[in-house]
């Protein structure tokens, strides 16, 4: 049983960027209305984006209810690896998107800030391979969230050094 907020703060995390990434990925008929016409391969994923954007996100924030109290209250085993497929499954995919659509993302991104955000957001979209960049550097940020979460929820040890006996600073010295 897998139970506290930072416990679970990774993968809320991922499922975020996953409904972020999937949102900026969209084209842009899709915000001027047309919500048929959408980039989504995962059929009930499609049909949410089809309501609109508030249906996607409100879909996706039960989701993301649903998993993370199956997580917290399935018994050991199942709940942890319930948790791996939902981080698994939502990383890959905003991963896969940050990587194939990278500079489309940035401008979506760009395009929907304003000031100095908005011309870095631009910037960065012309820039040459910024999507698997951006995909690498978004692995290395959740992986490092994932373990100061997990060790402040007491879910992995910290190791604690070991206090040095009275013989043993006489061998080192002799040494």
Known sequence: MIKGFWAVFPLLLVMTLDSACTLLGQPAAYWQG?????????????????????????????GAGIT???VAVLPG?????????????????A?????TEGPHL????????????RD?????????????????????LV????????RWAGL???AKAKPAKAGDKGKKEKD
């Open 68 to 70: 993370i109290v199956l």
């Open 156 to 158: 992995l040890p910290v």
């Open 95 to 99: 991963f896969g998107r940050l990587s």
């Open 77 to 93: 085993m199942l709940g942890q690896t319930l948790y791996a497929i939902a981080a698994l499954w939502h990383g890959f995919r």
């Open 34 to 62: 047309s919500f048929t016409s959408l980039h989504e391969a995962h059929p009930m994923l499609a049909w949410l984006l089809g309501q609109g954007p508030k249906a996607f996100l409100l879909g996706m924030a039960a």
């Open 106 to 117: 940035f401008s979506a991104l760009g395009s929907h800030l304003g000031g100095g955000c």
């Open 120 to 140: 870095c957001a631009l910037s960065l979209a012309g820039r040459p391979g910024i999507g698997l960049c951006a995909s690498f550097a978004m692995i290395v």
């Open 143 to 150: 992986s490092g969230v994932t373990v100061a979460c997990w």
